[in-house]
């Protein structure tokens, strides 16, 4: 009985341990796709800055009377 009980206390422990590693990979990729969606966010936001200033020079163009 002590070695049964050994070898699924051991069973588990190893799926217990394959699920930890399967469950830090899916962390690991979700944390680089935040990584590329911060980046796509920072550059978007550059864009935006830049529409912004070009519309600000362009309505300064402009006079209204």
Known sequence: DLVRDIAAASAEQSEASQSI?????????????????????????????????QLTDTIKNYSYE
């Open 21 to 53: 590693a399967r469950d830090i990979e899916h962390l690991a990729q979700l944390a680089d796709r935040n990584e590329v969606l911060v980046r796509d966010s920072s550059d978007l936001s550059r864009y935006v800055d830049q529409l912004t200033a």
